[in-house]
């Protein structure tokens, strides 16, 4: 590797750790998975600055250019992001279905607690729950209502 | 005993009102659910319009999704019994009281609501018909249990089913799946020979799947269902 190539790749690497950094500043990404990104960077970094240790792994595992051993392991890194991601995904995929379900649940019984104040509203003579109340004051109120005009 | 209908509905306002109208007519002692999976069409509006009562889930989650809502609606408001019903049409509510009557007399856990015990009625077309044999085939092989309608979408289970349908419930082609799962959680469940209706209005969601991702599917998480932890 020429003394170009290795500030070249030194430079692209660093600026692309200054930038998850910033990302991580800014609250961004996750710190959790920025991680990878930040060990990965390090480690081609590493590698550009001290070229020799690439040639000694490539040779003594008997890859014959150092560059193939490069893009191996640039493969394998990239096929476990991509199932760690995988994974991540399907987890927040769940997450998702669940708050939609129960947001949806929640939504069902305001709407039927929203009728029975209406209702019971209606009975105690048009009565309309008053917005600065509390929910929960306004259901105890509404079924008091309610119950008062059913003694009646 | 409280009984709960689950009625899944993705763009089915021409048939939600028939459908109510028709459960409130045969089959008076169930409530019901409809959960309206993000519909595109005015299904929220014909459900406010006439009062129905609905889950409106933001997203379209598919029917599994749409399905699971439902059982997590059942277990909250304390339902014995729950029944999946199509939002097409397709299941007769008059059937409901013969579906659930294994349960009720504490002799399954879950049932299935199947077109194929007596041979009557709607049928379904041939290679859908193929496919129906082949994922019974491979329950079979796979449980030993004898289905002869593993994608039927009328079905009715207890609570403890509804449990682990809220804690767990495939998100596409799930009913097949979730026989499997019934079985290693050593749940009781019985086939009982329904009649099914030609779908009224609307296209069936199975016109656009890709059968052969399908069928890999299914048949797929069948055998992983097998390879789960047991849980019960």
Known sequence: MSLFTQIFVALIILGFLFYVVSKLRREQIEFKYALVWIISGGIILLLSVFPGILTWMAASIGVGLPLNLVFFLGIILNLIISFALTVTYSKLKNMVYRVTQMNAILDNDLTRIRAEIESAGKIAGGIAPAAERTAVNTVNSASNAGSTAAEV | ?232
């Not at chain 2, 289905?147 to 009913?175: L, N, W």
């Open chain 2, 1 to 232: 005993m409280k009984k709960l209908l689950i009625i899944p509905a993705y763009n089915e306002a021409d048939n939600l009102v028939e459908l109510v109208a028709e459960i409130r007519q045969k089959a008076p002692g169930y409530d019901y659910i409809i959960v309206n999976d993000g519909s595109k069409d005015n299904t929220a509006q014909v459900c406010s319009d006439n009062k129905l009562n609905v889950l409106h889930l933001g997203n379209n989650l598919g029917i599994g999704g749409a399905v699971q809502a439902g059982y997590l609606y059942a277990i909250r408001h304390n339902y014995d019994i729950a029944v999946q019903i199509d939002g097409d049409g397709q299941h007769d509510p008059a059937y409901l009281d013969v579906l659930i009557q294994p349960i009720v007399d504490g002799l399954a856990d879950f049932t299935i609501g199947s077109r194929f015990i007596e041979r009557v009625g709607f049928q379904s077309s041939g290679l859908r018909r193929a496919g129906i044999l082949w994922l019974d085939a491979i329950l079979k092989r796979s449980t030993g249990l004898d289905i002869t309608d593993a994608t039927s979408g009328f079905r009715a289970c207890d609570q403890a089913v509804m449990h682990v349908f809220a804690s767990y419930y495939p998100k596409d082609y799930p009913e097949p799946e979730t026989i499997a799962d019934l079985y290693r959680h050593k749940f009781r469940i019985r086939e009982i020979p329904v009649v099914m209706r030609e779908r009224q209005i609307g296209v069936s969601s199975i016109r656009f799947f890709r059968p052969i991702y399908y069928m890999m599917k299914v048949t797929l998480s069948i055998f992983v269902s097998r390879l789960k932890r047991h849980k019960k």
